[in-house]
């Protein structure tokens, strides 16, 4: 998989380009508009993640030309700006996903990884599996080492959300946003009481633990 | 003197309504005297007309009674008595032959054989007017018949009315001059004192540009207009003066409120820096990097919000929704907290009654309110949310039995940044009632609590039940 990054900002780009690569993704940084659709004429790129302020052809106006020379590629919009008309703007513009600066890496990569999702058409899967808990999205069950357990609603969305994502980190924000449907942040950290709610249910009596908390990051569900 | 001197050119105010009071002034008083001069003259005018008119009759009746011989002694008889004003008279035949003709020699040169013509136009009757050869006079003739045809004729020169007239004419130019001058300097006083707030108004500008904030307009409270701009541009810089205050004290608060963090976020990240290079510290001190610069940005979004929803540039995405549906809403995303705690929560609104407003706004109101009611109440403690339709209003009341708000600082949580004694010690930013009673004012609703320390607190809610136009 191969993402193209347009930022002005050396170290947003060196950042975001980390972080895409150690996610296993090959990545290409271009500074400006005109760089960035020279190469994708060239290159064939699965995701660009565009910054929208940038010196010269701005974002906005760079992803009109891509979609001009009907490139498809899909467009994950960066952007200071984080009003909803702005939002707005950019997807009618002809971006696919929009990100408001500043970000946690977290949440960039599952949006990335979302974009390639559709436009690589993956079917649904109908199990869930990561190690030996097993989610059945069709009945609801759900089973560690064959033992069925009994979660509420929500803890069954957090689940789902968190083994869709497994191995990969996801943040507060994402999971606020994917489990109630909320988009800012209480101050009490509901978040947290829904996670710990969840492990106790799923590695309490279990070994090894799944649901591992990174500081400062959130949380990922692995087998290892 | 300076403005004095600015004052006078063509441009300001000032000129123009003194040139105005004054062109006006002269302008009325020369209509006025010009009317007076037109009537005097008209009357001076009928009055040697009926003279003449009296005379011929007199005359007139004289030469029937006696002929020409008792009219010149009649004429000889009034010359010799009184002195009156000499006038023409003639005695001819029709056929325009001359049988006695008295001039006054005094009398400017007439050009007399047009007495002969008859009168022409029908309106002006039996009056001839001969205009003196050298133009300074006119001669008014009245002619009758007598019954043997012979024509008489009485005429007057209008030299002596001419004369009154002139008189007359340097009387009211020797009048109009010092008029004139008076409604020059009338202009310049009035001028002068109505722009006088308007002066003060410019001088309290100017002090203002030059830093001097408190600088206010000097009213008179006459209730004129012009008081009334002063009284209204002294509100307005009481409003911005107090908008400044707020907004200094808030960027104050801001700026301390951060400090603190980001103090903490250096000082991590120093020690991390000085210590040895240890894999596992080092990623605790990121984690705890990552974790003060979320709080800050958290801090950053929400006032922003607060100050969008202030300034009315926050974009509400405006829909009808179930109040219940809403009140589902929020304590669902609380209900493991409130598990926790042990505190029952209870929604009370009608399944009939909807609301419009901005579906993620709300949402994020009622998450800030049960927030701080689940906060501050103690373990095993009640929170109530209620919902009902009262006249034109939608209310919503979130009651708590917590710790309650001491009066003291009851005016003061909707502040940005205010936290309560009680409020240091806990987890939050103090922005939480601030961005609520944004939101609420964003949507033309307006808030209100009441609360008895140790009992509990009560905030209410009001949104308009008509839907709110969009800003």
Not at chain 1, 133 to 152: F, G, M, N, P
Not at chain 2, 79 to 91: D, E, H, I, S, Y
Not at chain 2, 215 to 241: H, K
Not at chain 2, 352 to 361: G, P, Y
Request: hydrophobic share 45%; aromatic share 6%.
């Amino acid at each position: 998989m191969r993402i193209l990054v347009v930022e002005d900002d050396r170290k947003i780009a060196s950042f975001i380009t980390m972080g895409l690569k150690q996610a296993g993704f090959a990545v290409d940084r271009a500074a400006n508009a005109e760089d960035a659709l020279d190469l994708m004429q060239t290159e064939p790129y699965d995701v660009a993640v565009v910054d929208i302020v940038l010196p010269g052809m701005d974002g906005l106006a760079m992803i009109e030309a891509l979609r001009r020379n009907k490139m498809l590629t899909p467009v994950l919009i960066v952007s200071a700006k984080r009003s909803v008309d702005d939002r707005v703007k950019g997807l009618q513009r002809g971006g696919d996903d929009y990100l408001t600066k500043p970000f946690a890496f977290s949440e960039l990569l599952a949006r990335v990884q979302a974009l390639i999702r559709r436009a690589t058409a993956a079917t649904e899967p109908t199990r869930l599996t990561v190690g030996d808990l097993v989610v059945d999205l069709l009945t609801r069950e759900v089973t560690r080492a064959k033992r069925s357990l009994t979660l509420q609603p929500r803890e069954f969305a957090l689940l789902e959300f968190l083994m869709r994502n497994a191995g990969r980190p996801v943040s507060k924000t994402m999971i606020l946003e994917h489990v109630w449907g909320y988009g800012f942040d209480p101050q009490t950290n509901v978040v947290d009481v829904l996670v710990s709610r969840l492990r106790q249910k799923v590695d309490r009596e279990f070994a090894p633990k799944l649901l591992h908390t990174l500081r400062g990051v959130g949380y990922v569900l692995k087998a290892s | 003197m300076f403005s004095r001197l600015r004052e006078l050119r063509p441009r300001t105010v000032w000129f123009r309504l003194a040139a105005w009071y004054a062109a006006f002034f002269a302008v009325s008083s020369a209509v006025l005297f010009g009317l007076a001069y037109l009537l005097l003259a008209s009357s001076l005018q009928r009055q040697d007309r009926d003279l003449l008119e009296a005379k011929l009759r007199e005359l007139a009746a004289q030469y029937e009674a006696g002929g020409l011989a008792a009219l010149q002694r009649t004429l000889l008889l009034e010359q010799r008595t009184v002195r009156r004003r000499p006038f023409l008279l003639r005695v001819s035949r029709p056929g325009g032959n001359t049988i006695f003709m008295t001039t006054p020699d005094q009398w400017a040169d007439f050009d007399l054989t047009r007495l002969d013509q008859p009168p022409t136009t029908a309106a002006k009757g039996r009056w001839i007017e001969i205009h003196a050869r050298d133009d300074s006079a006119i001669l008014e003739v009245v002619s009758t018949q007598a019954p043997d045809h012979t024509v008489l004729q009485v005429g007057l020169s209008t030299e002596r009315r001419d004369t009154v007239l002139e008189q007359f004419a340097w009387i009211v130019l020797a009048i109009l001059v010092p008029i004139g001058v008076a409604g020059i300097a009338g202009g310049a006083y009035l001028a002068t004192r109505a722009l006088r707030p308007i002066r003060q108004l410019i001088q309290t500008v100017h002090a203002i540009d030059a830093g001097a904030m408190e600088a206010r307009v000097a009213t008179r409270s006459t209730g004129d207009e012009l008081d009334e701009l002063g009284v209204l541009f002294n509100r307005m810089l009481d409003r911005i003066a107090a908008l400044i205050n707020g907004m200094r004290a808030a960027l104050d608060t801001v700026a301390h409120d951060l400090r603190t963090p980001m103090a903490r976020l250096r000082g991590i990240a120093e020690v991390a820096l000085r210590a040895e290079p240890d894999g596992r510290a080092g990623r605790e001190a990121l984690a705890d990097c990552v974790e003060e610069s979320d709080r800050v940005l958290t801090m950053l979004n929400t006032l922003m919000d607060i100050s969008e929803a202030e300034t009315g540039t926050l974009a509400l995405n405006l829909e009808t929704m179930s109040v219940q549906s809403l009140f589902d809403d929020t304590i669902e995303l609380y209900r493991n907290i409130a598990e926790d705690r042990e505190i029952r929560i209870e929604a009370i609104a009608p399944s009939d009654l909807s609301l419009t407003a901005d579906r993620s706004r709300m949402r994020q109101v009622l998450a800030n309110m049960l927030d701080n009611a689940l906060k501050y109440t103690a373990r095993g403690g009640r929170v109530a949310l209620t919902a009902y339709a009262a006249k034109a209003q939608i209310v919503i009341v979130v009651e708590d039995t917590g710790t309650g708000i001491a009066p003291t600082d009851l005016p003061r949580i909707w502040d940005r940044l205010y936290r309560g004694d009680l409020g240091r010690t806990r987890r939050g930013l103090g922005l939480g009632l601030s961005l609520v009673r944004a939101i609420v004012h964003a949507h033309h609703g307006r808030v209100d609590v009441s609360s008895e320390p140790g009992k509990g607190s009560r905030f209410t809610l009001f949104f308009p039940a008509t839907s709110p136009s969009r800003r």
